[in-house]
């Protein structure tokens, strides 16, 4: 039980790292000579431009950038109430508002990374500033928000499954 109960706390800190790294780092959208997320544009790795409101499609990336820290922020969440569960539930009960707080984060980085998904063409499109990023490359940190979507849920479903023993 030690064993599982150390997998599910790896796990769970795992899927917040992943979280943290996929909203603040700068690689959703990358190229030879340029590097974009939801926060920045950065183009020569020394000219970037702060994504602001007067960027078209402002709200956009709003929505993104709130649903990624909203995301990070739940799973953090889960796993204080987790910690806080492991040591209240009774004997043979479920973890299910760690599993539903979870989840929560799980479909908030979901959201987060469908609208980076359908609107980064219209948004690049629409902007002068990301005129030389149209021949680029989803990063490293757009790969790890699906990854991290990925994990919640089988976090979150873990916990749903999950009785609390001696």
Excluded: P
């Amino acid at each position: 039980m030690l064993v599982l109960l150390f997998f599910i706390i790896a796990f769970h800190i795992t899927s917040a790292a992943l979280l943290f790294i996929a909203t603040i780092d700068n690689n959703w959208w990358v190229g030879e000579d340029f590097f974009a997320d939801v926060w920045r544009v950065c183009v020569n790795n020394t000219n970037c431009t702060e994504i602001n409101e007067n960027f078209v499609d402002y709200s956009t990336l709003q929505a993104v950038q709130a649903s990624m820290i909203l995301s990070t922020i739940l799973c953090c969440i889960a796993f204080f109430i987790f910690l806080l569960q492991l040591f209240r539930l009774k004997q043979g009960e479920r973890f299910v508002l760690t599993a539903i707080i979870q989840l929560m984060a799980c479909l908030c980085v979901m959201i987060g990374a469908s609208i980076y998904t359908d609107r980064r063409e219209d948004f690049h499109r629409s902007n002068g500033v990301y005129f030389q990023t149209s021949e680029g490359r989803y990063g490293y940190s757009f790969i790890l928000a699906w990854v991290s979507f990925s994990f919640t849920l089988v976090s979150s479903l873990m916990y749903t499954i999950l009785r609390k023993r001696k």
